[in-house]
T-cell receptor, first 112, second 113 residues
Framework: GNSVTQMEGPVTLSEEAFLTINCTYT??????LFWYVQYPGEGLQLLLK?????DKGSNKGFEATYRKETTSFHLEKGSVQVSDSAVYFC???????????FGKGTTLSVSS | GAGVSQSPSNKVTEKGKDVELRCDPI?????LYWYRQSLGQGLEFLIY????????KSGLPSDRFSAERTGGSVSTLTIQRTQQEDSAVYLC???????????FGPGTRLTVT
């Protein structure tokens, strides 16, 4: 079945450091891929998405590229801020209107 | 516009009691999903409704869990005879039928004592 594997945290960085959170997936067909973020005390928010191979999703300085050859969708940001401290979830969907399959989440902590 | 809303935000119940959790999806969204977020299991799919089709119940962990969606809008998740392992945050999400983006509510934190 479909699955998502993401690097375990916590990830601790200093402000302005470069961030990478690895995410790989197993899926049949051509899934859509997502990164969701959960800030402390808040609900899940869609951060970015990519619906086909080689697509790059981007938002708030974060980027991720859908790599079918390596079945990966790694999240990157060039310069993190304290306000980026949150839990990040990689997810996939096999088709529109079906349930999301999530990775276990990666906690990011950024200090000033 | 209004997002997905859930009530109550917190629920504490005694083991063996029944609980009902409510979800109001975004107006016009025909798909509605329930997920559970717990420390040990991460984010798990429970059930989803798509328009007038029969719901996909494949993620429900036991027959103590059920859900309904009235009038294609509001949904209620019911847990009967609650157990301590049911303690978790229950999340609801909705999406337009042909779009992939799911929008999540703030969740209901359920604590079974």
């Amino acid at each position: 079945g479909n699955s998502v594997t993401q690097m375990e945290g916590p990830v601790t960085l200093s402000e302005e450091a470069f961030l990478t959170i690895n995410c790989t997936y197993t899926a049949t067909g051509y899934p859509s891929l997502f990164w969701y973020v959960q800030y402390p005390g808040e609900g899940l928010q869609l951060l970015l998405k990519a619906t086909k191979a080689d697509d790059k999703g981007s938002n708030k300085g974060f980027e991720a590229t859908y790599r079918k050859e390596t079945t990966s969708f790694h999240l990157e940001k060039g310069s993190v801020q304290v306000s980026d401290s949150a839990v990040y979830f990689c997810a996939l969907s096999g088709q529109a209107g079906t349930a999301l399959i999530f990775g276990k989440g990666t906690t990011l902590s950024v200090s000033s | 516009g209004a997002g997905v809303s859930q009530s109550p935000s917190n629920k504490v119940t005694e083991k063996g009691k029944d609980v009902e959790l409510r979800c109001d999806p975004i107006s016009g969204h025909t798909a509605l999903y329930w997920y559970r977020q717990s420390l040990g299991q991460g984010l798990e799919f429970l059930i989803y409704f798509q328009g007038n089709s029969a719901p996909d119940k494949s993620g429900l962990p036991s027959d103590r869990f059920s859900a309904e969606r009235t009038g294609g809008s509001v949904s209620t998740l019911t847990i009967q005879r609650t157990q301590q392992e049911d303690s978790a945050v229950y999340l609801c999400a909705s999406s337009l039928a042909d779009y992939y983006e799911q929008y999540f509510g703030p969740g209901t934190r359920l604590t079974v004592t």
